[in-house]
């Protein structure tokens, strides 16, 4: 069994999966008739024209559905808490991204993204755990863990499970991916202020309290002000340097003035062709979540010291900084960001967009983000009322723009806007692509 | 929009009965779905289908309704909201006759105008959107696509033309056509229009020249050839988004307030051609339009920078501002209380108007009973008073009684005053005379005693003072209260103003009413006569007819210096007959 996302930086891949996705979510888990229901689908704006015309196809010719349409998922956050102008913070796995939207529709100009986002934190997460000496044994290689152990003590009678075969490495790595990301959602953890090494050692245990973290295997440690050093860098990326990682000062305009070889083009996937490259790349260079097909690569993942300091670099930059259609990512911070969002407006309507700030995706609900960034905003921008508006309920701050897509899709006005079939066939993608999806 | 749309399908304009509300279907079919007996709210809901008029490829979607199913030829009730803006059309002949420019293309303008219509003047939007240089290389491209797909777009051309009447050329033909038919032309505009970005245009432009020279043939090249375009592109938006040194491209660099202005100009330009040519005014409502779309780019940028800095204040700064906003709302708030504060106390300076007629206090029968009903509520005032004090006694009356006296007596004193000073000087003894009342309710075991000696001396006075004030008891009491009001009135009056309202400050004041001429100093009779003659000399009366104070004084001094002098000359001449007597002596005794 393989294991792999078909989504990389929020934007669809893999579309065979995709395909077979949407048919058992919508066939065998809804029961729903797809050759009589319109299908909405969401997506990041950064997605591209190819990918666009590959769902209309998928949707109308494979799933034969009467109609269709796709929604920006900024927009769609922005419906599910009922508003239609504002600033959506969007802070998921791959991808970062600040998007204004006014009135329904996206600034594309004006919009940030970075990867400085929930699997920038796994890694960080990962090498902070392989720095205090403890063994990732995932929770499927642990039959019975071992009990009575003192924190800091290590594990290592507990009881193994025996395979029936062996598994493979995506398997794996899956399972290491989410004991970490296990770890990340119970122990990471942000302040009001910006974390320090000096600060935490000076403020002690009283602000950067001690939590303990059982392993599957039974062993735990204790950690104190490693919580917030690890969730840190997604405010002050730029303090907080994975090991490999070099900090590159706007890398776009040292390549800009490029010959073509293949590890320069990272800034500019903009064209098609560049496009399929960058895909490749992308997916070698993600995060332990979609990686399978080839195993050689994962087992760089998993040892990056044994790396040649010249690739792991390489794959850190394509990490960090490659875009496949507006420039490079930002190496900013999230708070910084947003800031620049907002500054980079129209004067006319920042008042509105610090005003309606949306905070979504899983990555946001680490412990005291949506608190660290209104501390960060009221301390940038203090002629602006901020307000930040973040669902507390799980569910909302997760699918925020299936929920804002669901009532999209039930506005008696909305109905003009889909893509019928015949309109389809009539008309072709491309131009529909141009006239409706701009 | 809807009523075309209904014309073109012949519909009826009769609008149609209202569906039921679209939220309850929704839960009602999830419900449903989710295998919950809904049976008796579902018993009476059809799944039908429906046609949005403001669609034009009349897709069927269902939806849950009660009762019947739609009609065939039935409203959708939201397809009026389907409403777009009205964008000014022109063409190229207006293009070079009203509003031709070096930095805005025919094609550039026409750009402007479509995005103006599809994101409905939105100007943030159509800004974020604004991007001529790779929308029209992707136009190019397009229509290569769709030399082959005639049928697409002959459809999409009608429905231009549905869409815009028949007058004018519609800005998207005109558009198609130029680059379709004449690109070459086209990329010759360019090329002259933007001498600054020359060597990146000429270069895409013979690209796509040359593209469109083997048409089809070569799809594959023509389409590598875009690429590249397309990646020189992002690099240029990227060099500036990073701030380095941009290209001079005039189009990407066009601020909100450029569009807003050509927007504007050509809409402007427009309405003029359009009077000119058809030689009727503008309508007052056209003309309104006309005044309103002057746009001010250099004003509308000052006001952005005035917003900016707004916003860009620090927290010290806006603290400041808002101290300083307090402190103003403070002052104000005191001038407001001290003009109340004086308007109060002009208030107490101005003579209370008298209220009736004073003819019958004028004779002295009138007077003396006025003195004498005074005088008997004051007395049963004072009774009523000493009795406050016993427990059970109704002193809620007296409370009741006393305003009403108070202002009896005030405007009695006031209408009876006949002095220029006197006036004044009632209109200062009512405060005080209020004072001393609650004083005396205050203690009402001192006030009893002390009045009652005064009640007598006001007895005695009553007669000559009937054209004083009748409050003229309590002495004591108006003296301190007096020199409250004194110092009160002191502070906020000049001497002149003193002067002028006749305000004097004694040390030393008799009990009693007396007149003024009456004080002036009397002499020895001898030589009060000796006086009498001087004066009577002078042609002055013996004493003065109109004694005001400053009057009397004059007199008073004169009188003294006439005395004086008398004396003087009285020595002198006994010196004079001692002088004689002793020379005569010494004549006689030589």
Same mark, same amino acid.
């Given at each position: 069994?393989?294991?792999?996302s078909?989504?990389t930086d929020g934007?669809?891949?893999?579309?065979?999966?995709?395909?077979?996705?949407?048919?058992?979510?919508?066939e065998?888990i809804?029961?729903a008739q797809?050759t009589?229901q319109?299908l909405l689908?969401?997506e990041?704006?950064?997605?591209?024209?190819?990918?666009r015309?590959?769902?209309?196809?998928v949707?109308f010719?494979?799933?034969?559905t009467p109609?269709?349409?796709?929604?920006?998922r900024?927009v769609?956050?922005?419906?599910?808490?009922?508003?239609g102008?504002?600033?959506?913070v969007?802070?998921g796995?791959?991808i970062?991204s600040v998007?204004?939207?006014?009135?329904g529709?996206?600034?594309?100009?004006?919009s940030?993204?970075?990867?400085?986002?929930g699997?920038?934190?796994?890694?960080?997460?990962e090498?902070?755990?392989?720095?205090?000496?403890?063994?990732?044994?995932?929770r499927?290689?642990v039959?019975?863990r071992?009990?009575?152990?003192?924190?800091g003590?290590?594990?290592t009678?507990?009881?193994k499970?025996?395979?029936?075969?062996?598994?493979?490495a995506?398997?794996?790595?899956?399972?290491?991916?989410r004991l970490?990301?296990?770890f990340k959602e119970?122990?990471?953890?942000?302040?009001?202020?910006?974390?320090?090494d000096?600060?935490?050692?000076?403020a002690?245990?009283?602000v950067?309290?001690?939590?303990?973290?059982?392993?599957?295997d039974?062993?735990s440690?204790?950690?104190?002000?490693?919580r917030?050093?690890?969730?840190?860098?997604?405010?002050?990326p730029?303090?907080?340097?994975?090991?490999?990682e070099?900090?590159?000062e706007?890398?776009?305009?040292k390549?800009?003035?490029?010959?073509?070889?293949?590890?320069?083009?990272?800034?500019?996937?903009?064209?098609?062709?560049?496009?399929?490259?960058?895909k490749?790349k992308g997916?070698?260079?993600?995060?332990s979540k979609?990686?399978?097909?080839?195993?050689?690569?994962?087992?760089?993942?998993?040892k990056?010291?044994?790396k040649?300091?010249?690739?792991a670099?390489?794959?850190?930059?394509a990490?960090v900084?490659?875009?496949r259609?507006?420039?490079?990512?930002?190496?900013?911070g999230?708070?910084d960001?947003?800031?620049?969002?907002?500054?980079?407006?129209?004067?006319?309507i920042?008042?509105?967009l610090?005003?309606?700030?949306?905070?979504?995706?899983?990555?946001?609900?680490?412990?005291?983000?949506t608190d660290?960034?209104?501390?960060d905003?009221?301390h940038?921008?203090p002629?602006y009322?901020?307000?930040?508006?973040?669902?507390?309920?799980?569910?909302?701050?997760?699918?925020?723009a299936?929920?804002?897509?669901?009532?999209?899709?039930s506005?008696?006005?909305f109905?003009?806007?889909?893509?019928s079939?015949?309109?389809?066939?009539?008309?072709?993608?491309?131009k529909l692509l141009?006239?409706r999806f701009? | 929009?809807?009523?075309?749309?209904?014309d073109?399908?012949?519909? &009826?304009s009769?609008?149609?009965?209202?569906?039921?509300v679209?939220?309850?279907?929704?839960?009602?079919?999830?419900?449903?779905?989710?295998?919950?007996?809904?049976t008796?709210?579902?018993?009476n809901?059809?799944?039908?289908g429906f046609?949005?008029?403001?669609?034009?490829?009349?897709?069927?979607?269902?939806?849950?309704?009660?009762?019947a199913?739609?009609?065939?030829?039935?409203?959708y009730?939201?397809a !009026?909201?389907?409403?777009s803006?009205?964008?000014?059309?022109?063409?190229r002949?207006?293009?070079? *006759?009203?509003?031709?420019?070096?930095s805005w293309?025919?094609d550039?303008?026409?750009?402007?105008f479509?995005?103006?219509?599809?994101?409905?003047?939105?100007?943030?939007?159509?800004?974020?959107?604004?991007?001529?240089a790779?929308d029209?290389?992707?136009d190019?491209?397009?229509?290569d696509?769709?030399?082959?797909k005639a049928?697409?777009?002959?459809?999409?051309?009608?429905?231009a033309?549905?869409?815009?009447?028949?007058?004018v050329?519609?800005?998207?033909?005109?558009?198609?056509?130029?680059?379709?038919?004449?690109?070459?032309?086209?990329?010759?505009?360019?090329?002259?229009e933007?001498?600054?970005n020359?060597?990146?245009?000429?270069?895409?432009?013979?690209?796509?020249?040359?593209?469109d020279d083997?048409d089809?043939?070569?799809?594959?090249?023509?389409d590598?050839?875009?690429?590249?375009?397309?990646?020189?592109?992002?690099?240029?938006?990227?060099?500036?988004?990073?701030?380095?040194?941009?290209a001079p491209?005039?189009?990407a660099?066009?601020?909100?307030?450029?569009?807003?202005l050509?927007f504007?100009?050509?809409?402007?330009?427009l309405l003029k051609l359009q009077q000119?040519?058809?030689?009727?005014?503008l309508?007052?409502?056209? *003309?309104?339009?006309?005044?309103q779309?002057?746009?001010s780019?250099?004003?509308?940028?000052?006001?952005?920078?005035h917003?900016?800095n707004?916003?860009?204040?620090? &927290?010290a700064?806006i603290?400041?501002?808002?101290?300083l906003v307090i402190?103003?709302?403070?002052?104000?708030?005191a001038?407001?209380?001290m003009?109340?504060?004086?308007?109060?106390?002009?208030?107490?300076l101005?003579? &209370?108007q008298?209220?009736?007629?004073i003819?019958?206090?004028?004779?002295?029968?009138?007077?003396?009973?006025?003195t004498?009903?005074?005088l008997t509520t004051?007395?049963?005032?004072?009774?009523?008073?000493a009795?406050?004090?016993v427990?059970?006694?109704?002193?809620?009356?007296?409370?009741e009684?006393?305003?009403?006296?108070?202002?009896?007596?005030s405007?009695?004193?006031?209408?009876?005053?006949?002095?220029?000073?006197?006036?004044n000087?009632?209109?200062?003894?009512?405060?005080?005379?209020?004072?001393s009342?609650?004083?005396?309710?205050?203690?009402?075991?001192?006030?009893?005693t002390?009045?009652t000696g005064?009640?007598?001396?006001?007895?005695?006075?009553?007669?000559?003072a009937?054209?004083?004030?009748?409050?003229?008891?309590?002495?004591?009491?108006?003296k301190?209260?007096?020199?409250?009001?004194a110092?009160?009135?002191?502070?906020?009056l000049t001497?002149?103003?003193?002067?002028?309202?006749?305000?004097?400050?004694?040390?030393k004041l008799?009990?009693?009413?007396?007149l003024?001429s009456s004080?002036i100093t009397?002499?020895k009779a001898?030589?009060?006569?000796?006086?009498s003659?001087?004066l009577?000399?002078?042609?002055?009366?013996?004493?003065?007819?109109?004694?005001?104070a400053?009057?009397?004084a004059?007199f008073?001094?004169?009188?003294q210096?006439?005395?004086?002098l008398?004396?003087? !000359?009285?020595?002198?001449?006994?010196?004079?007959t001692?002088v004689?007597?002793?020379k005569?002596?010494?004549e006689?005794?030589?």
């Amino acid at each position: 069994m393989e294991i792999a996302s078909p989504m990389t930086d929020g934007i669809v891949s893999d579309w065979d999966a995709t395909e077979k996705l949407w048919r058992y979510g919508l066939e065998d888990i809804l029961g729903a008739q797809v050759t009589e229901q319109p299908l909405l689908i969401t997506e990041q704006i950064w997605n591209t024209d190819e990918n666009r015309k590959k769902a209309m196809e998928v949707a109308f010719e494979s799933l034969d559905t009467p109609a269709f349409y796709i929604a920006k998922r900024p927009v769609c956050t922005l419906f599910a808490s009922g508003k239609g102008s504002g600033l959506v913070v969007d802070i998921g796995a791959d991808i970062a991204s600040v998007t204004p939207v006014l009135d329904g529709l996206t600034l594309f100009k004006t919009s940030k993204r970075s990867r400085h986002a929930g699997t920038y934190i796994n890694k960080h997460i990962e090498a902070l755990l392989k720095a205090s000496d403890f063994d990732l044994t995932p929770r499927y290689l642990v039959a019975a863990r071992q009990t009575g152990l003192e924190p800091g003590e290590k594990a290592t009678e507990y009881k193994k499970r025996s395979l029936l075969a062996p598994v493979t490495a995506s398997f794996h790595d899956f399972q290491v991916s989410r004991l970490i990301e296990e770890f990340k959602e119970s122990m990471a953890q942000v302040q009001d202020t910006p974390y320090t090494d000096e600060a935490a050692s000076q403020a002690g245990t009283d602000v950067y309290s001690n939590r303990v973290f059982e392993f599957p295997d039974g062993s735990s440690v204790e950690y104190g002000s490693e919580r917030f050093k690890v969730a840190e860098p997604l405010f002050k990326p730029r303090d907080f340097l994975l090991e490999g990682e070099e900090l590159l000062e706007a890398p776009e305009v040292k390549e800009e003035d490029g010959d073509d070889d293949d590890n320069k083009d990272d800034s500019k996937e903009n064209g098609k062709d560049a496009d399929s490259k960058d895909k490749e790349k992308g997916k070698a260079s993600k995060g332990s979540k979609d990686k399978g097909q080839d195993g050689d690569k994962d087992k760089d993942k998993e040892k990056p010291t044994e790396k040649s300091a010249a690739t792991a670099a390489k794959e850190l930059k394509a990490l960090v900084y490659t875009d496949r259609t507006q420039g490079p990512f930002t190496t900013t911070g999230i708070s910084d960001m947003i800031i620049d969002a907002i500054n980079s407006c129209d004067v006319d309507i920042r008042a509105n967009l610090a005003n309606n700030v949306i905070i979504t995706g899983g990555t946001s609900l680490i412990q005291g983000f949506t608190d660290r960034v209104n501390e960060d905003l009221v301390h940038a921008l203090p002629g602006y009322k901020i307000r930040i508006h973040a669902p507390g309920n799980l569910i909302e701050r997760k699918f925020s723009a299936w929920i804002g897509g669901s009532i999209l899709a039930s506005l008696g006005t909305f109905h003009q806007l889909w893509i019928s079939k015949k309109e389809y066939e009539e008309v072709g993608v491309s131009k529909l692509l141009e006239k409706r999806f701009r | 929009m809807s009523s075309d749309v209904r014309d073109v399908l012949n519909l &009826p304009s009769r609008p149609a009965p209202k569906p039921p509300v679209a939220k309850r279907q929704k839960t009602e079919s999830a419900m449903k779905k989710m295998g919950r007996s809904t049976t008796a709210a579902n018993k009476n809901r059809v799944w039908s289908g429906f046609k949005n008029q403001a669609r034009e490829d009349g897709l069927v979607l269902h939806h849950w309704v009660r009762g019947a199913a739609h009609q065939e030829d039935e409203e959708y009730p939201f397809a !009026k909201y389907s409403q777009s803006i009205r964008v000014p059309r022109f063409d190229r002949q207006d293009y070079d *006759e009203a509003f031709a420019d070096d930095s805005w293309s025919y094609d550039e303008t026409c750009y402007l105008f479509g995005l103006c219509k599809e994101y409905d003047l939105r100007w943030v939007v159509i800004h974020d959107r604004y991007d001529f240089a790779k929308d029209s290389s992707n136009d190019n491209e397009k229509k290569d696509g769709q030399n082959e797909k005639a049928e697409g777009e002959d459809s999409d051309e009608k429905k231009a033309e549905k869409e815009q009447g028949s007058d004018v050329d519609s800005s998207d033909e005109a558009d198609k056509n130029e680059s379709k038919e004449d690109a070459d032309a086209d990329a010759m505009d360019v090329d002259e229009e933007e001498p600054e970005n020359a060597d990146v245009k000429s270069s895409d432009d013979k690209e796509s020249s040359g593209k469109d020279d083997d048409d089809s043939s070569k799809d594959a090249a023509a389409d590598k050839s875009n690429d590249e375009k397309k990646i020189e592109k992002t690099a240029e938006e990227n060099q500036e988004k990073t701030g380095a040194v941009a290209a001079p491209d005039t189009q990407a660099s066009r601020t909100i307030e450029d569009l807003k202005l050509r927007f504007y100009g050509v809409c402007r330009a427009l309405l003029k051609l359009q009077q000119t040519r058809s030689g009727i005014a503008l309508s007052p409502a056209e *003309e309104d339009l006309y005044k309103q779309m002057k746009f001010s780019k250099s004003n509308e940028l000052q006001r952005k920078a005035h917003l900016e800095n707004l916003l860009k204040r620090s &927290p010290a700064e806006i603290a400041e501002e808002e101290a300083l906003v307090i402190e103003s709302r403070k002052l104000e708030a005191a001038a407001e209380r001290m003009l109340m504060e004086r308007a109060e106390l002009l208030k107490l300076l101005d003579a &209370p108007q008298a209220s009736g007629s004073i003819a019958q206090y004028q004779s002295s029968q009138g007077l003396a009973q006025l003195t004498s009903t005074l005088l008997t509520t004051d007395k049963t005032r004072k009774r009523k008073d000493a009795t406050s004090s016993v427990p059970g006694s109704p002193s809620h009356e007296s409370a009741e009684q006393s305003p009403v006296v108070d202002g009896s007596v005030s405007s009695v004193s006031a209408s009876a005053s006949t002095g220029p000073g006197a006036s004044n000087k009632s209109s200062h003894d009512t405060p005080t005379k209020t004072k001393s009342d609650e004083k005396n309710k205050g203690k009402p075991s001192d006030g009893s005693t002390d009045k009652t000696g005064q009640r007598v001396k006001n007895e005695k006075d009553s007669e000559k003072a009937a054209s004083a004030t009748p409050s003229g008891g309590a002495d004591k009491d108006k003296k301190t209260g007096a020199a409250a009001v004194a110092q009160l009135i002191q502070k906020k009056l000049t001497a002149k103003e003193e002067a002028a309202y006749g305000i004097s400050y004694h040390d030393k004041l008799s009990p009693g009413v007396s007149l003024r001429s009456s004080k002036i100093t009397t002499l020895k009779a001898t030589v009060q006569a000796k006086v009498s003659g001087v004066l009577n000399e002078l042609g002055l009366p013996s004493r003065p007819t109109m004694p005001t104070a400053k009057v009397t004084a004059k007199f008073e001094s004169l009188q003294q210096s006439i005395s004086v002098l008398l004396e003087a !000359k009285k020595q002198l001449d006994k010196l004079d007959t001692e002088v004689r007597i002793l020379k005569t002596q010494r004549e006689t005794a030589k």
